[in-house]
């Protein structure tokens, strides 16, 4: 939450700095002071100590006379005992626990006064957040939207224009991009009043590029990012810019530049406050880059030092981990894992009608049906996901999943074609998909002619196994996975050559050129 709504970090930090550090330890407002710059710059860290000798200093420090400039109504350290605990529970917010964050921020509450109307908004924006957390998106927006209208009420519009960025990250996951991009350009009209934006406006032009990425639309994502790292270098709150940087990654990944990707997601993690989770993503988001890139190594590193576990329960505020978790294992050949975690955060999703999450779960359950051989569920699992993804112009949540995803989409077209699909997907947008898998992907008439599909990187493996007359176990310790993973593979490998038996599909490809 951004308490330095002002962007003056500096000037403070100068301030405590010159101050005897005796004074600073004996004055419960300095000390939430740097509380408040530790916890808006990421340094999560040394909040709590510091609120620790809040809570410690002489209880008459904190009674001494105190006007602040801003009035009353607008600020923070008025009330000591208040602002102590909403900062407890922003640090409980950051380590995705609920029921501790929306414990602080109605006690929070309960020790504010009715004029001290930022205290109780920003109260209320924390109970929100707890909300966030439990994957209730709809009462968490409602909420939000409530201490929206209270800052907005008491003249702070720089912290107003955070909330809307706020709002829009709920309506992003509620699968609703257009009303995200609203709650952004709104954000803006607040804050944009002069020839240059101010550096509160970052957050806004970086929810927007976000959008703009998720349909593929490059050019305008990439000119938002760029102007959104730009204001928000100068916001004193640290997670506008990581996630600028973060969606910075993904446009230049997407747009054939792997190291610029890698430089800005690396800045984007130094960036990123607290650990990761539904409120810092970026370490998920490097994770899955480096699994884009090939680097199966480093990216199977994220879940093991984060305690992430393929049996463990949804918990929607470790969701953006536990995804990136079934996209490795599927990387692993692990398929029938990755499924059964996809299954089980796919039926959360449900229960708690989350379009956004229903989406990606649906698009990464198809890969897994697809991986463990079961084409038909894999096509009508991903029809479901493309219709709800449709309406709002959603492209990267699938072309982002690369080379496995295009060949299923073609697979997908090609018994929509047939009258074979289960549902209907308009032409039109999966047009859009096919373009946005880009120059990487091969395309239709790259194909070579009597193949349907082209084969992926593992089944031309399993094929020059085959050549070799390698037997199915041999192949299986070679590739360490189980016999029936390698089963279901030569099965793709002899459908998609359209062969009979393991001999003539060695025969078909060599045919086609696939082997010598």
Partial sequence: MVYNIRGEAA?????????PAEMVRSRPRL?????????TSGHIEVVEPLLDAVECAPPDRADEPFEPTA?????????????????RSYVAQLYGDAEATAALAAQALAESQPEERMLSASAHGFLAVAEWLRGRLTEAERAFASSVTGWREIGQLTITAWGYYSLALLRRAQGRLDAAALTCERALDTLVTADRPPPAAGPGYVGLADIAYQRDELDRALQYATEGIALSRQFVYTTPLADGLATLAMIRQASGDPAGALEAITEAAQASPGPAGLLNPVPAQRAWLLLAQGDLAAAARFPQENGLDP????????????LVLARILLAQDRPGQALALLDRLHAAAVAQ?????????????????????DEAGAATTLAGALTLACPQGNIRVFADEGPPMAALLRRLVATQRTGQAAASVPLGYLARLHRAFGPGQPARDSVPPGIV????????EVLKMLAAGRSNKAIARELVVTLDTVKKHVGHVMGKLGAANRTEAVARARELSLIR
Wanted: without cysteine.
């Fill in 353 to 373: 009608g989350r379009t956004g999450s229903l989406i990606e779960t649906g698009a990464l359950r198809a890969l897994a049906l697809a991986a463990t051989g």
């Fill in 31 to 39: 000390l939430l002071a740097q509380a408040l710059m530790a916890a």
């Fill in 11 to 19: 000037t403070i930090h100068r301030w405590l700095s010159v101050l």
């Fill in 453 to 460: 599909d082209p084969l992926t990187s593992r089944e031309l």
């Fill in 71 to 87: 009035g009353v109504a607008a600020s923070f350290l008025i009330n000591v005992p208040a602002t102590t605990t909403l900062h």
């Fill in 311 to 322: 049996d463990d329960e949804p918990n929607y505020a470790r969701e953006p981990g536990q």
